[in-house]
Nanobody
């Protein structure tokens, strides 16, 4: 049984928008910091946004002002992607972990810390 399932990826032109969704199991959703982590071809994974169970958020500098993370009461996490650029092209993963402390831990090391991962959804931005 999948614990994290992403959807909403697609292909858009530069400047376009997408909204990614992540459906989580109840246990995962209510007990973990959750994040969106992406991986472009030939590059290392990069965490772009996260939210803890208190609703606090954190963003990578590369997406601040363009991406927005949110959660609802039905075990869904979202990532609104606006003003997309070709460099945003990547597989986007939903991830969760009970021990990652959003404020204290540098977002650049998150990809090595998260325990639970979805299968990913592809985002492609054409120039």
């Amino acid at each position: 049984q999948e614990q994290l399932a992403e959807s909403g990826g697609g292909s858009v032109p530069t400047g376009g928008s997408l909204k990614l969704s992540c459906k989580a199991s109840g246990y995962i959703y209510h007990n973990n910091t959750m994040a969106w982590i992406r991986q472009a071809p030939g590059k290392q994974r990069e965490a772009v946004a996260g939210m803890n169970t208190n609703g606090k958020t954190k963003y990578a500098d590369s997406v601040k002002g363009r991406f927005t993370i949110s959660r609802d009461n039905a075990n869904n996490m979202y990532l609104q992607l606006d003003r997309l650029q070709p460099e945003d092209t990547a597989m986007y993963y939903c991830a969760a972990d009970p021990n990652v402390r959003l404020v204290e831990i540098d977002i650049r090391v998150w990809p090595t810390l998260f325990q639970y991962w979805g299968q990913g959804t592809q985002v492609t931005v054409s120039s």
